[in-house]
């Protein structure tokens, strides 16, 4: 049974900086799987936060972080992590990982929730 656990969420002050991990327990990974963060408000939609593709590596973000994120993962890549600098008040939500073993590159880049078959169940972050 696939789990993604979460961790490093809290309460960070504006132009601080975090790093969010995500922990694939009994995941099988593969060049063609792909890993992203979510986030999202109460009552509001799911967003795409940032991908990364296992085939070569390749990243994406979403504009509203693009610059200021890096996304990783580990040579094992079990370990997603999320690191987001220069923290503004609209950053806060519920971060949630994602995962899907085999997927196109090109899907894993629109960083649509509707590809992934495995989430975590979130890690809040608050920003003040």
């Known amino acids: 049974h696939v789990q993604l656990v979460e961790s490093g969420g809290g309460s960070v002050e504006a132009g601080g900086s975090l790093k969010l991990s995500c922990t694939a327990s009994a995941y099988t990974t593969g060049p063609r799987a792909c890993m992203s963060w979510f986030r999202q408000l109460p009552g509001k939609e799911r967003e795409g936060v940032a991908s990364?593709?296992?085939?070569?590596?390749?990243?994406y973000y979403a504009n509203s972080v693009k610059g200021r994120a890096t996304i990783s993962r580990d040579s094992a890549g079990n370990d997603v992590e999320l690191q987001i600098e220069s923290l503004k008040s609209e950053d806060t939500a519920m971060y949630i990982c994602a995962g899907r073993h085999s997927v196109s590159q090109s899907r894993c880049a629109t960083l649509s929730d509707g590809i992934f078959t495995q989430w975590g169940q979130g890690t809040q972050v608050t920003v003040s």
């Open positions: 990364i593709y296992y085939g070569d590596g390749s990243t």
